[in-house]
């Protein structure tokens, strides 16, 4: 069965640096994706980016990047130029097995509250 | 605004009783996907539909069910309510497979409070 780990339960970052929140996935499929998802105290589920098991560059999208290490099976979410507006809870996902033209269903790992400090 | 509609945002029900969360996906998107968030704990999978059909089940309780219906909105059924079932659910909805990332766009969620 897949599984999506994530050891951090709480971590904190100064303004304007840079963190890495932690996410390890097993899973015996060799096509996955992987996606990073942000939940702001507000409670909606913002995505942020997604990673294929078989891209061959890792994934960035603005300020976000994932560190892919597929030996690992680590997908780490790299979050640069920390802002305030970043406290939230993170959560790593795997997508399940697709079937018959639909996308499948994503497994989230426990989450991850980030607190920004001025 | 991710273009998925969720209905009541809000619900305080008693113990015992049954209610109905609905869901509105995205435009064009055919499959819909029901999680649930307790407390502090991050989002289980409940059921996902595709054009109709059940596609895939995930942890869901006997007392709970759902379908989804021919204009591609769902409803998720919560029957005989317990304490425990209080909590965020959370539907989603995605396009076909080979169409973009894959990734799931949620709605806001319907906060259920069992009292």
């Known amino acids: 069965a897949q599984k999506i780990t994530q050891t951090q339960p709480g971590m904190f970052v100064q303004e304007k640096e840079a963190v890495t929140l932690d996410c390890t996935y097993d899973?015996?499929?060799?096509?996955?994706?992987l996606f990073w998802y942000k939940q702001p105290s507000s409670g909606e589920m913002i995505f942020l980016i997604y990673?294929?098991?078989?891209?061959?560059q890792n994934a960035t999208e603005g300020r976000y990047s994932l560190n892919f290490q597929k030996a690992r099976k680590s997908a780490n979410l790299v979050i640069s130029a920390s802002q305030l507006g970043d406290s939230a809870m993170y959560f790593c996902a795997m997508r399940e097995v697709n079937y018959g033209g639909s996308q499948g269903n994503l497994i989230f790992g426990k989450g991850t509250k980030l607190s920004v400090k001025p | 605004d991710s273009g998925v509609t969720q209905t009541p945002k809000h619900l305080i029900t008693a113990t015992g009783q049954r209610v109905t969360l609905r869901c509105s996906p995205r435009s064009g998107d055919l499959s819909v996907y029901w999680y649930q968030q307790s407390l502090d704990q991050g989002l289980q999978f409940l059921i996902q539909?595709?054009?109709?059909?059940?596609?895939a089940k995930g942890n869901i309780l006997e007392r709970f069910s759902a379908q989804q219906f021919p204009d591609l909105h769902s409803e998720l059924n919560l029957s005989s309510l317990e304490l425990g079932d209080s909590a965020l659910y959370f539907c989603?909805?995605?396009?076909?497979?080979?169409?973009?990332?894959?990734?799931?766009?949620f709605g806001e969620g319907s906060r259920l409070t069992v009292l």
């Open positions: 990673q294929g098991s078989y891209d061959q």
């Open positions: 989603a909805s995605s396009t076909r497979t080979g169409s973009g990332t894959g990734e799931l766009f």
């Open positions: 539909y595709y054009n109709g059909e059940e596609r």
């Open positions: 899973t015996s499929d060799p096509s996955y994706g």
